[in-house]
């Protein structure tokens, strides 16, 4: 069972959470309003995913992330903000948080970024993936190039599901849009992942720009 610890200083939106995720087959271990009080409920029980967000009073999320990626690295964060701003975004990421997903997300949109992030693979909201991938773009305006040998060896479909990545969409959106599983998704990633050599989805995406 996989135990969660809510982090928000939206009452109702932590108690909604605790629900959604239990009737999920999740132990919700417990529930913090701000930093402060999500380190000390960690000191104190174990944890599997930390659901954060970002703007709360006291500790805030992005100095919550950093002290639990000192104190427990192996404990999964994923943001769950509104917010999705320059600074928040490359501050959380490159802080050690697993996935940043905004509130609007939906239900299936959190439970899933749960598990891919319990199955070791990041997650980013389409949003969020589209701001961050401009953002290297602008700081690095020249660029690397794109690795033409390594895209030349992809199939016309796996060039048309890197064309998706790009584009920010999830793995079932491709699905979804391509009439395939998302297993057959996560497949074709795979190929592109060992064919190109770069195995961080963001990564990809700002070498496919390129």
Same mark, same amino acid.
């Given at each position: 069972m996989i135990k969660v610890l809510l982090v928000d200083d939206e009452t109702m939106l932590l108690d909604s959470l605790e629900i959604i995720l239990s009737m999920n087959g999740m132990e919700i271990v417990g529930k913090a309003h701000d930093g402060n009080e999500a380190l000390r409920i960690l000191s104190g029980v174990s944890c599997d995913i930390a659901l954060v967000d970002l703007n709360m009073k006291g500790m805030g999320g992005i100095e919550l992330i950093g002290h639990m990626k000192q104190q427990y690295p192996g404990t999964r964060? *994923? !943001?769950l903000t509104t917010f999705y701003d320059d600074g928040n975004i490359t501050d959380a990421i490159s802080g050690g948080a697993d996935g940043y997903l905004l509130k609007d997300s939906g239900k299936d949109a959190i439970l899933g970024a749960i598990g891919q992030i319990m199955g070791g693979v990041s997650v980013l909201d389409p949003k969020v993936?589209?701001? *961050?991938?401009? *953002?290297? !773009?602008q700081k690095h305006p020249a660029g690397a190039k794109k690795d033409e =040998? =390594?895209?030349g060896e992809l199939t016309e479909r796996e060039k048309e599901i890197a064309a998706l990545l790009v584009e920010g969409l999830s793995n079932r959106q491709?699905?979804?849009r391509l009439y395939i599983s998302e297993g057959t998704v996560k497949n074709y990633i795979s190929a592109i992942y060992d064919k190109t050599g770069i195995h961080d989805r963001v990564k990809l995406v700002v070498a496919l720009k390129g």
């Amino acid at each position: 069972m996989i135990k969660v610890l809510l982090v928000d200083d939206e009452t109702m939106l932590l108690d909604s959470l605790e629900i959604i995720l239990s009737m999920n087959g999740m132990e919700i271990v417990g529930k913090a309003h701000d930093g402060n009080e999500a380190l000390r409920i960690l000191s104190g029980v174990s944890c599997d995913i930390a659901l954060v967000d970002l703007n709360m009073k006291g500790m805030g999320g992005i100095e919550l992330i950093g002290h639990m990626k000192q104190q427990y690295p192996g404990t999964r964060i *994923l !943001v769950l903000t509104t917010f999705y701003d320059d600074g928040n975004i490359t501050d959380a990421i490159s802080g050690g948080a697993d996935g940043y997903l905004l509130k609007d997300s939906g239900k299936d949109a959190i439970l899933g970024a749960i598990g891919q992030i319990m199955g070791g693979v990041s997650v980013l909201d389409p949003k969020v993936m589209q701001r *961050l991938t401009t *953002l290297v !773009v602008q700081k690095h305006p020249a660029g690397a190039k794109k690795d033409e =040998a =390594a895209y030349g060896e992809l199939t016309e479909r796996e060039k048309e599901i890197a064309a998706l990545l790009v584009e920010g969409l999830s793995n079932r959106q491709i699905a979804d849009r391509l009439y395939i599983s998302e297993g057959t998704v996560k497949n074709y990633i795979s190929a592109i992942y060992d064919k190109t050599g770069i195995h961080d989805r963001v990564k990809l995406v700002v070498a496919l720009k390129g």
